[in-house]
């Protein structure tokens, strides 16, 4: 996850002795130019406090299939009697203005900012009903190839399974050769009302997966399940 930078590099409101003289703080940006994922909770504690404010609320809220990938959810500002909610860049505020931070507490799990789920992605004896409980519900995001790719139903339904990493272009593919593979197989689920799976993958193709670890269904499987939200080629 790349972080902002503090407000010098970015640019800030008014000049020093116009802030100086009014008492308040000229926004550098819309309040939306700080929504997503590219900064973090403390980064943006910090940026304010840099502007000049000195009230910062942040408050933890849970993801959903339509925000999953966000960090920063929404922000607000309340300037006394004067609540103003949503701000534009150019708008000016009292430093003890309340600034709020509405954040996602639970974060998409990556390779590289969970090392249980890198663990659990290479090896493919790794207990994954155990990280599948103690994660369940929880969002990830990981590259990947597929290893079959099964339709059924007059090509209507689909069995995808993936392996975590890039397909070397040797291994022979296909769901007889499971116990052959390095890593973990993770079976992609398809009932998700709004999901976007390329359901033109074929054996071999290297897709990104985003999901939802599922543990019960994982149990059914007797494998890893991750209800996916979007499979993409790569």
């Known amino acids: 996850m790349e972080e902002k930078e503090s407000a010098e590099n970015i640019g800030a409101g008014g000049s020093e002795a116009d802030e100086e003289s009014s008492g308040e703080i000229m926004m550098p940006e819309d309040a939306s130019s700080y929504v997503g994922s590219e900064w973090t909770v403390k ?73 249980d789920f890198a663990d659990i992605l290479s090896d493919k004896d790794a207990d994954y009903m155990s990280f599948a409980e103690e994660y369940d ?3 990830v995001e990981f ?7 099964i339709t059924y139903d007059g090509g209507t339904s689909h069995i995808i399974d993936v392996v975590s990493g890039d397909y070397d272009g ?14 973990s197989v993770v079976r992609i689920g398809d009932r998700s009302w709004d999901n976007d799976i390329d359901e033109s993958v074929e054996e071999g193709q290297n ?27 790569r």
Request: aromatic content about 12%; hydrophobic content about 30%; proline content about 2%.
């Open 137 to 139: 519900g929880r969002y």
């Open 43 to 115: 980064a943006l504690c910090d940026y304010f406090e840099g502007l000049g404010f000195t009230d910062i609320s942040t408050v933890p809220c849970g993801p959903d299939d339509e925000n999953y990938g966000m960090l920063i959810q929404e922000l607000s500002i309340d300037d006394g009697l004067f609540g103003s909610g949503q701000w534009k860049a150019g708008e000016s505020f009292s430093r003890d203005a309340t600034i709020t931070i509405y954040y996602n507490e639970c974060p998409v799990l990556t390779t590289d900012n969970c090392s």
């Open 143 to 149: 590259e990947a190839y597929v290893l079959s790719h």
């Open 207 to 233: 897709v990104v997966v985003s999901g939802k670890i599922d543990a019960s269904w994982s149990g059914y499987n007797k494998q890893l399940y991750i209800e996916c939200l979007s499979l993409k080629k």
């Open 170 to 183: 040797i291994d022979d593919l296909g769901i007889s050769e499971e116990e052959s593979v390095d890593g």
